[in-house]
Nanobody
Framework: QVQLVESGGGLVQAGGSLRLSCAAS????????MGWFRQAPGKEREFVAA???????YYADSIKGRFTISRDYAKSTAYLQMNSLKPEDTAVYYC???????????????????WGQGTQVTVSS
């Protein structure tokens, strides 16, 4: 069982930055891939970014070049640095983990093993 606790959401103006954190526990951090999803009101959940156990990063086209995913093994924490935020980035952001990074990247996470509780990100225009 993996527990995921997100933090770092909030309200920011367009063009601003936020960094989301996801602290993982319950399993050796190096054995899990980590990812981020988001869900805006009235929309389906969508993949944002993932990072494999070997630190390869993958991104959705909509955020490529603006967001960066990373992980700190000493802290068992994954991060999502979000720059140049746009109003359309407004959503609840969810951290996720899985034994295989591919499960974080397909079918909008329907096969993902573990989820965080979500953190709200609001970007004002």
């Amino acid at each position: 069982q993996v527990q995921l606790v997100e933090s770092g959401g909030g309200l920011v103006q367009a063009g601003g930055s936020l960094r989301l954190s996801c602290a993982a526990s319950g399993r050796t951090f190096s054995t899990i891939a980590m990812g981020w999803f988001r869900q805006a009101p009235g929309k389906e959940r969508e993949f944002v970014a993932a990072i494999s156990k070997s630190d390869t990063a993958y991104y959705a086209d909509s955020i490529k070049g603006r967001f960066t995913i990373s992980r700190d093994y000493a802290k068992s924490t994954a991060y999502l640095q979000m720059n140049s935020l746009k109003p359309e980035d407004t959503a609840v952001y969810y951290c996720a983990s899985d034994g295989q990074v591919v499960d974080l990247m397909i079918r909008n996470g329907e096969n993902v093993d573990y989820w965080g509780q979500g953190t709200q990100v609001t970007v004002s225009s």
